[in-house]
């Protein structure tokens, strides 16, 4: 079956410019995560979705982060007046449920963010 | 809170070699240990897993296994493949009630004929 994705691939963007990055996730999986991919500090958690709430949002780095998910499937991560530093690879990840610490995450190809 | 600290690379090897590729982690509960590889141009694929002291995780060759004692969960290969040449990273998961992840800084693997 389908793998998560995500859209767009890679995304070159103007500082101050808004930017949305999309994932689709592995059909039935009900939880949903974010991480950014950067080279100064490595995979980070941004933000956790159960179903179409976010408990846990400790991950995003500012009030300029925020994301949705719409339907227990789709999710769009949002960066307002993009900053150098957004420059990352954004891993979008899913799993069937949110059962607790064994449950394996499936990822995303990640879109590649590139801020001038 | 939570860390996870791998060996830094890159990690050169000659094809057959034997692979070992050292974790430790600090985590408050019980977690769950994870190996992930990023081969070039690809995304991250979960490669093993262990749940609880004493597993050992297994896939593709590859060995890891979870020892509470040393707080550690290294990667091992007896004969690695030019193929195998990515960037593996370990990763825990130890929040109650959903799985986020907490990652090591990954170690780059290359695997020379």
């Known amino acids: 079956g389908a793998g998560v994705s995500q859209s767009p691939s890679n995304k070159v963007t103007e500082k101050g410019k808004d930017v949305e990055l999309r994932c689709d996730p592995i059909?039935?999986?009900?939880?949903l995560y974010w991480y950014r991919q950067s080279l100064g500090q490595g995979l980070e958690f941004l933000i956790y979705?159960?179903?179409?709430?976010?408990?846990?949002k400790s991950g995003l780095p500012s009030d300029r982060f925020s994301a949705e998910r719409t339907g227990g499937s789709v999710s769009t991560l949002t960066i307002q007046r993009t900053q150098q530093e957004d420059s990352a690879v954004y891993l979008c990840?899913?799993?069937?449920?949110?059962?607790?610490?064994?449950?394996?995450?499936?990822f995303g190809p990640g879109t590649r963010l590139l801020v001038l | 809170g939570d860390s996870v600290t791998q060996m830094e690379g890159p990690v050169t090897l000659s094809e057959e070699a034997f692979l070992t590729i050292n974790c430790t982690y600090t985590?408050?509960?019980?977690?769950?240990l994870f190996w992930y590889v990023q081969y070039p141009g690809e995304g991250l694929q979960l490669l093993l897993k262990?749940?609880?002291?004493?597993d050992k995780g297994s896939n593709k060759g590859f060995e890891a296994t979870y020892r509470k004692e040393t707080t550690s969960f290294h990667l091992e290969k007896g004969s690695v493949q030019v193929s195998d040449s990515a960037v593996y990273f370990c990763?825990?998961?130890?929040?109650?009630?959903?799985?986020?992840?907490?990652f090591g800084k990954g170690t780059m693997l290359l695997v020379s004929p």
């Open positions: 990840a899913s799993s069937l449920t949110s059962g607790g610490a064994q449950e394996t995450q499936y």
């Open positions: 059909s039935g999986h009900t939880a």
């Open positions: 979705f159960q179903g179409n709430s976010a408990p846990d």
């Open positions: 985590a408050t509960g019980y977690p769950s």
């Open positions: 262990a749940t609880k002291a004493d």
């Open positions: 990763a825990l998961s130890d929040r109650q009630g959903y799985s986020t992840l907490t």
